[in-house]
Structures are given as C-alpha cells and as structure tokens.
C-alpha cells in the first residue's frame, strides 16, 4: 500500500536533532495546523532540502502523512525567508520568540486555526520595520484573544465606568479605585493606560508607535508577559530580554 502524500506551505517554527543526520521539524501550515516532521538526512552537506527547512523559512513541503502525530518529509521548496533583512541580533531573537510562543500555543489547541498562521505572518511582517517591544505586546494581545481570553480594556472590569485607574490581572483588565479588592495591580500613567488599551484593540499589521515612548511600551510588554503566562499558563522562554529595566 503506497503512503499518503500530503501538500503543505508552512512557516517552520522549529528543529531538533535526531540520530546523527536526521531532524525533527516543527512546521506551522497556511491553514493554522502544527505539523511534526521527520527530516531524513538533513545535516548532510548534499541534502537539498536543508535551506529550505530551517527556521523561520515558509516553504513548500511534501509529506509521507505517518499514521500516528509524526508526518515524514519527501521533498522542501524554499518560498520565501520570513526574516530576510533582519540584521541585528535583537530582532532575530524577537522573530525567534514568535515562532516559539506560536508553536506552544498550537501545542495546546485543538484543531486547526488560520488565524493563527496569519498572526505569525504578519506579526514577522511588521517587525521589519517597528519596535520588537510593541510586536511582542499586541502579539502576545493577539495570542491571547485566540486563546478566547479578552482584556477588558473598554472599562473597569467590575463596574463599567470610565474612570480608570489600574490595570489589574484578577479583575481581566483595567479597574477602577473603588471597585479594586486587593493591591496586587499594576498602576500606570494615563498614557501607559491608553497603550494598553491600544496594544488590545489594534490590528497586528497597523501597529505604529508614533503616539508612545519604548519605556511605556517595555512596561506593557511586561504586564502583558503577565497576563499571558497567568491565562494561558504557558512560560515565555527569552522574553526577559526583549524588557528593558
Ligand atoms: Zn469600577
């Protein structure tokens, strides 16, 4: 009985060795679907497909589908690098955290989503040009409403006024002085107050900073680290570095 071919285009978002010559490639597909891949022979210097399945490339794969988690690789086309261009060591890291924060999150889903996929492309689009800081916070926004978590951002999360003071992990997002139960909140300026609410309501590929300053957005970052590793219950590997203190 011949195998199954399967046709895919996928950012690759992961790899680790196997054997002495072998790889297993984590892959995120058009369609929103985590792909486990065996890669035969790939650190060998005459692999042909070994540009096109590292890291951070989005190709064109053609799968043996195995019968349990695992597909197998028959042939990688490279399309395009995601991070062409990215040239300075603070960038790529960033780019490096998006694909890992994805593949974890898509670790924890059920079924395929193309939301996600888009998230990823887009987000690796943007950063060309805007702040890694203000990526990572309404990625990690992005993330989040995926996960069907949404900040409450719109305001107080008990009483509904507009009157805002803190922003706060317990109550979802901002709350007012009256309706705060504990002390356990972040207060911010009424700047850092607007960048939250803007980090949660803007679409991905329009992120602009021209209404902020990097030490609100590194501050938001953190709180939104925050609020990610609270709901979602995931670790963010490296993000430490992305804020500045
Ligand atoms: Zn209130």
Known sequence: MSKEI?????IILHHVDYKDNDVIVTALSTSGKLHSIYAR??????????AAIQ???HSHLTLFKGSKQMDTLKHAQYIFNTVEGFNDYDKMLTAFILADMMRKQCEDQIGADPQLYMLLKNALTVLKTQSNTLVL???????????????????????G?????YI?????GFVCHSCLKHNDVYQVSSDGLKLFRYINKVNIEKID???FVDDDVSNTLKIMVAFYE???GIKISNIEQCIKE
């Open 6 to 10: 399967i046709n895919i285009d996928a």
């Open 41 to 50: 022979g790939i650190k060998k210097l005459k692999s042909k497909n070994a």
């Open 55 to 57: 890291p951070l490339m």
């Open 137 to 159: 916070a309404v990625y990690l926004a992005k993330l989040l409403q995926l996960n069907g978590q949404h900040l409450i951002v719109d305001g107080c999360g008990m009483c």
């Open 161 to 165: 006024k507009h009157h805002i003071n």
């Open 168 to 172: 706060s992990i317990e109550h979802g």
């Open 209 to 211: 900073m021209i209404n």
């Open 230 to 232: 609270h709901y979602v």
